[in-house]
Nanobody
């Protein structure tokens, strides 16, 4: 059974930090890139970051560069998103997702329709 178990959300003041975790099971971790999306109320889901364990590559949306760090523990099939200097506009439900990676690379990592598996969301709320 494919599972993506996300955890680590919560309520934090602006400027604070949170670390999200996403543990994957039921599919070959090394063949997939794991990413984070978020969706705020009334807004479309947007890509936040991606990690591909195969080559260690990382991707970030511009608004989180320098504040968020994505990493992976291959032994635990887990991807982490360290979120620092959080801002109220980071408030959203954060989703973990897995994308099959082909020989030509991770492709359009921001396209949610390219992701095969999704975890449940975890709420991140940043107060001002």
């Amino acid at each position: 059974e494919v599972q993506l178990q996300a955890s680590g959300g919560g309520l934090v003041q602006a400027g604070g930090s949170l670390r999200l975790s996403c543990r994957a099971s039921g599919f070959p971790f090394e063949d997939y890139a794991l990413g984070w999306f978020r969706q705020a109320p009334g807004k479309e889901r947007e890509a936040v970051s991606l990690f591909y364990h195969g080559d260690g590559s990382t991707h970030y949306r511009d608004s989180v560069k320098g504040r968020f760090i994505i990493s992976s523990d291959g032994a635990k099939n887990t991807v982490y998103l360290q979120m620092n200097n959080l801002k109220p506009e980071d408030t959203a439900v954060y989703y973990c997702a897995a994308k099959l990676v082909y020989a030509d690379g991770v492709g359009r990592w921001t396209d949610q329709y390219e992701y095969a598996y999704w975890g449940q969301g975890t709420q991140v709320t940043v107060s001002s």
